[in-house]
């Protein structure tokens, strides 16, 4: 089944603890990207992957980190959490020439 | 800096009634426009996407126009159905020399009661 899965879904964490979520995508896109969802101020990107080796900052990359090393595989690192990075992030995934975006079903992370 | 707005307000409609929402951008020189529908707690679905050479778009019970003039996308739900309940984001892209990024508006919520 073609999908964008994300992993973990659920983390409860502290701040200052080092944490990464991972997202992978069997299609074989090249377009890579992460957005968080908070409420009042919708869905922002975070950062975005054309292709292996080329990201770019999206809207809101401040505190977060990303590598895309292969092609299927998209992590998105946050080195030292903080509560305001309390969030449901979505990763997605398209064809570089589609631009329609197929998104993971979301991780809903908490930082006390 | 770039907007994209759309009716932060609800829109609740009757069943079988046509659902209109409205998309408007600021500051934006799009190639093209897209419609994604989005449950609650569930990533973003793609609808459509209409380029700029593009009036109207069909699919199935949706229709989407994109006026570059006025700066506006309608997107239309016609003979709407309790299922059609959910809400719905339009995207602009933004081009960038390594790709491109993807703004999304804050969405409508759409209500249909039967």
């Known amino acids: 089944e073609a999908q964008v899965t994300q992993n973990p879904r659920y983390l409860i964490t502290v701040t200052g603890k080092k944490l990464t979520v991972t997202c992978s995508q069997n299609m074989n896109h090249e377009y890579m990207s992460w957005y968080r969802q908070d409420p009042g101020l919708g869905l922002r990107q975070i950062y975005y992957s054309m292709n292996v080796e080329v990201t770019d900052k999206g809207d809101v990359p401040e505190g977060y980190k990303v590598s895309r090393k292969e092609k299927r595989n998209f992590p998105l690192i946050l080195e030292s959490p903080s509560p305001n990075q309390t969030s449901l992030y979505f990763c997605a995934s398209g064809l570089a020439g589609s631009y329609e975006q197929y998104f993971g079903p979301g991780t809903r992370l908490t930082v006390t | 800096s770039q907007k994209i707005e759309q009716n932060s307000e609800a829109l609740n409609i009757q069943e079988g009634k046509t659902a209109t929402l409205t998309c408007n951008y600021t500051?934006?020189?799009?190639?093209?426009l897209q419609w994604y529908r989005q449950d609650p707690g569930r990533g973003p679905v793609f609808l459509l996407l209409i380029r700029e050479n593009e009036k109207e778009k069909r699919k199935e019970r949706l229709k989407v126009t994109f006026d570059t003039t006025l700066k506006q996308s309608l997107f239309h739900i016609t003979a709407s159905q309790p299922a059609d309940s959910a809400t719905y984001l339009c995207?602009?892209?933004?081009?960038?020399?390594?790709?491109?990024?993807?703004?999304f508006g804050k969405g409508t919520s759409l209500l249909v009661t039967p």
């Open positions: 995207a602009l892209p933004l081009q960038a020399l390594s790709g491109y990024a993807l703004n």
């Open positions: 500051n934006y020189s799009p190639a093209y």
